[in-house]
């Protein structure tokens, strides 16, 4: 099982350029989630997917859209990249909200 | 206050010893409780998962939860330098809450 997989693994966007950053999970999870880490801030989540269908707000949506596109593929779409969105970009996935999550190996985007 | 507060480190030991890892939390409602462990420029993984209090075990790895005083800790015995790494604590009041993370602990285990 290769386990949840984002692509690509680096991007370097110039402002207001669009990307979308692709995760699938293979362990039939039922829940996705997107996060980003910058230094001193920690993991803070994006958006997430409770379950094939849904999507929710996490603490950071604003500047994405996401995509469930099925239960296994979850994107991220940044419109008009900006500075500020400079970061690593990980995705996990979950069998249920309540267990442990499973994270990708990170994208990194350097928005310039 | 933040709900979920760890020490950033970093921290250095000698190979062999025993790290010592902890977080405090601010909500009572946690009950799901994880230590992820991330190496440079990789994702984190997982490491241990308890659910409610007590301690877990596995190999030398130790996981503690005390509920009484919201505090959360991850023992590694016989550190060795592959033990060099960030550990991230998470936490979750389960029902579809969202796990709430520590900033990470980095560990520095010198040979």
């Known amino acids: 099982n290769a386990g949840v997989t984002q692509t690509p693994k680096f991007q370097v966007l110039k402002t207001g350029q669009s990307m979308t950053l692709q995760c699938a999970q293979d362990?039939?999870?039922?829940?996705m989630y997107w996060y980003r880490q910058d230094p001193g801030m920690g993991l803070r989540l994006i958006y997430y997917?409770?379950?094939?269908?849904?999507?929710d707000k996490g603490e950071v949506p604003n500047g994405y859209n996401v995509s469930r596109l099925n239960k296994r593929e979850f994107s991220l779409r940044l419109e008009s990249a900006a500075p500020s969105q400079t970061s690593v970009y990980f995705c996990?996935?979950?069998?249920?909200?309540?267990?442990?999550?499973?994270f990708g190996p990170g994208t990194r985007l350097t928005v310039t | 206050q933040k709900e979920v507060e760890q020490d950033p480190g970093p921290l250095s030991v000698p190979e062999g010893a025993i790290v010592s890892l902890n977080c405090t939390y601010s909500?009572?409602?946690?009950?799901?409780f994880m230590w992820y462990r991330q190496y440079s420029r990789k994702g984190p993984e997982l490491l241990m998962y308890t659910y409610s209090s007590g301690n877990k075990e596995d190999g030398r790895f130790t996981a503690q939860v005390d509920k009484s005083s919201k505090y959360i800790s991850l023992f590694i015995r016989d550190s060795q330098p592959s033990d060099s790494a960030t550990y991230l604590c998470a936490m979750s009041a389960g029902g579809n809450n969202r796990l709430a993370f520590g900033k990470g602990n980095q560990v520095v285990v010198i040979p």
């Open positions: 362990m039939n999870h039922n829940s």
């Open positions: 997917s409770a379950s094939e269908g849904t999507t």
């Open positions: 996990a996935s979950s069998e249920d909200p309540n267990y442990e999550q499973y």
């Open positions: 909500n009572s409602a946690f009950q799901y």
